[in-house]
């Protein structure tokens, strides 16, 4: 199988870094001894953008994204711009968007795409691409029947919006993850990796996150993260597109940990795609 390189996302290491930001590059190193190529940063936890390129130059990882809280896109977006220019990332990615512009609120949903649109505008002319990073909550069915997130994609010119399927969500949303990955052949740089274990109706899975719902609902079914390969997720079609859409990257994320701490589940995850031939 043909491959492409794989870096793994900061957000799901986040535990080692919040409270000790000077860990950076001993985490950092961690990973590169792991096997990953490359980074996706999430936040740059109060270190100067200058130090995190020198840090990852030095260790020989590549900043390839980084996820950008959304505060800081839309309260100064020439600020993050600048930042993350430095650091040196191709890609900048929107990681998610409030509930009053979520396709379950089309009027609200249908406001903001302009909005998206002047960001990426504005991305681009500063040598970046603009992504978009999704949940299970931008496949909500719009009146006119289709998903937001292909509403989103449509409305939005490819030369300043694409895509970053997480194809956990994607799957939790439609079970249709290496369909979408190929659906977005194109528009489609980056390839979200991320594993679960879902049973029944889960009705608070976003807790499991760190996002409550504002009425927390009795628990019927069970969901859990787990690395790449240890759980329900089939993963060849989903690859297979990846490449034959153009991917350049796939990027490990896992969100919550259990039982293993988060660099062993990401050295799991690395070790089942090696597996894979990745």
Same mark, same amino acid.
């Given at each position: ?115 998206? @649109?002047? #960001?990426?505008?504005? $991305?681009?002319? +500063?040598?970046? %691409? ?6 299970? *909550? /931008? &496949? ?62 889960? @009705?608070? #899975?976003?807790?499991? $996150?760190?996002? +409550?719902?504002? %009425? ?6 069970? *969901? /859990? &993260? ?53």
């Amino acid at each position: 199988m043909s491959k492409l390189p794989v870096a793994v996302q900061v957000y799901g290491l986040r535990d080692l870094l919040q409270d000790t930001p000077e860990r950076f590059e001993e985490v950092m190193k961690g990973v590169k001894e792991i096997g990953y190529d490359g980074v996706e940063l999430a936040g740059l936890y109060g270190l100067d953008p200058a130090y995190i390129k020198e840090v990852l130059d030095k260790i020989g990882l590549v900043p390839i994204s980084a996820h950008v809280p959304f505060n800081e896109l839309m309260d100064d977006l020439d600020k993050a711009i600048k930042d993350y220019k430095t650091l040196g990332v191709t890609y900048m990615v929107m990681p998610h968007i409030p509930e009053q512009y979520r396709p379950v609120n089309p009027e609200g949903f249908l406001n903001f795409l302009p909005k998206l @649109q002047e #960001m990426g505008e504005k $991305i681009k002319a +500063a040598g970046m %691409e603009f992504l978009y990073h999704n949940h299970d *909550f /931008e &496949f909500v069915r719009l009146p006119e029947g289709d998903y937001g997130y292909d509403r989103m994609f449509e409305t939005v010119p490819a030369d300043v919006l694409a895509a970053e399927l997480d194809t956990c969500w994607c799957d939790v949303a439609t079970g249709m993850p290496a369909e979408y990955v190929a659906k977005y052949t194109g528009r489609l740089p980056v390839v979200h990796l991320k594993d679960s274990i879902k049973k029944g109706s889960v @009705q608070n #899975m976003y807790q499991l $996150i760190g996002v +409550a719902n504002k %009425e927390e609902k009795k628990e019927e079914g069970f *969901f /859990e &993260f787990r690395p790449v390969g240890f759980g329900q997720m089939i993963w060849e079609p989903v690859l297979e597109n990846a490449i034959a859409a153009g991917a350049k990257w796939v990027v490990v994320e896992q969100d919550r940990h259990y039982d293993l701490s988060p660099l062993e589940c990401a050295r799991r995850s690395r070790e089942y795609l090696k597996i894979l031939g990745w």
